[in-house]
């Protein structure tokens, strides 16, 4: 009987799981090792910034504001620095206006600066949105509000060994009466002591219980075989 060890990534939308250690409680294990490079990609968002801003018009007070008809986002761009993902533009909105009885329609132009922590030094498919976009009539012009936020995929690149083959060899020899005691160390699991005692993972659960998923160093575990 061979016990595989399997380890997953989330790559985008799919997952992947490969095979990264194997070992038998009856037969020495020969395994075939390979290097295999993985993406790992994560969604990065900024915090949500709200913009407030003005821009001049000349109003009269009989002009009245209708509706916003568009608002887009233009001359985008996006750079990384010192660990951020910087993204700006500029946010224009069209807006439709009731001036002198006739219907008129005005742009507003609006920068917009967003950044956001990535733990790689790579990102793809940056977006820049808004949402909640409003304007308003003032004494002096157009008062715009809305929200802005930067979306993108952060990716690393992990290396590891896998196994691509598993041979059985000769029995492994043991002893009936014995008695094995393993002295954990720190940062292992119970996977690992299964490895050193060969023994399975329910045969170490028997003799010992509550043991914790990560060993703190001061675990001593026992098999009576």
């Given amino acids: 009987?061979?016990?595989?060890?399997?380890?997953?990534?989330?790559?985008?939308?799919?997952?992947?799981?490969?095979?990264?250690d194997a070992y038998s409680v009856t037969n020495e294990v020969k395994l075939t090792k390979s290097p295999v490079n993985f993406l790992t990609f994560n969604r990065v968002v900024s915090e949500n910034k709200v913009e407030n801003g003005e821009v001049n018009y000349e109003v009269s007070k009989n002009d009245r504001l209708?509706?916003?008809?568009?608002?887009?986002?233009?001359?985008?761009?996006?750079?990384?620095?010192?660990?951020?993902?910087?993204?700006?533009?500029?946010?224009?909105?069209?807006?439709?206006?009731?001036?002198?009885?006739?219907?008129?329609?005005?742009?507003?132009?609006?920068?917009?600066?967003?950044?956001?922590?990535?733990?790689g030094n790579e990102y793809k498919n940056p977006t820049l949105s808004v949402c909640d976009y409003s304007i308003r009539l003032t004494q002096s012009g157009l008062a715009y509000s809305f929200i802005g936020k930067l979306s993108a995929l952060d990716f690393s690149r992990d290396n590891v060994t896998?196994?691509?083959?598993?041979?059985?060899?000769?029995?492994?020899?043991?002893?009936?009466?014995?008695?094995?005691?393993?002295?954990?160390?720190?940062?292992?699991?119970?996977?690992?002591?299964?490895?050193?005692?060969?023994?399975s993972l329910d045969e170490i659960l028997k003799y010992n219980e509550n043991l914790p998923e990560v060993?703190?160093?001061?675990?001593?575990?026992?098999?009576y075989r």
């Fill in 66 to 119: 209708i509706a916003v008809i568009g608002v887009k986002i233009e001359s985008e761009n996006y750079r990384l620095d010192n660990g951020r993902l910087i993204a700006s533009g500029v946010v224009t909105a069209t807006a439709l206006l009731e001036v002198n009885g006739e219907y008129k329609t005005v742009e507003v132009n609006s920068p917009i600066e967003l950044s956001a922590l990535i733990s």
């Fill in 1 to 20: 009987e061979i016990t595989l060890s399997v380890k997953a990534w989330v790559l985008e939308t799919s997952n992947y799981s490969v095979v990264t």
């Fill in 215 to 223: 060993f703190s160093g001061s675990e001593r575990i026992v098999i």
């Fill in 162 to 199: 896998v196994i691509t083959g598993v041979e059985l060899l000769d029995e492994k020899q043991i002893n009936d009466s014995a008695i094995s005691v393993y002295y954990a160390q720190n940062g292992e699991t119970v996977w690992d002591a299964c490895k050193v005692l060969g023994v």
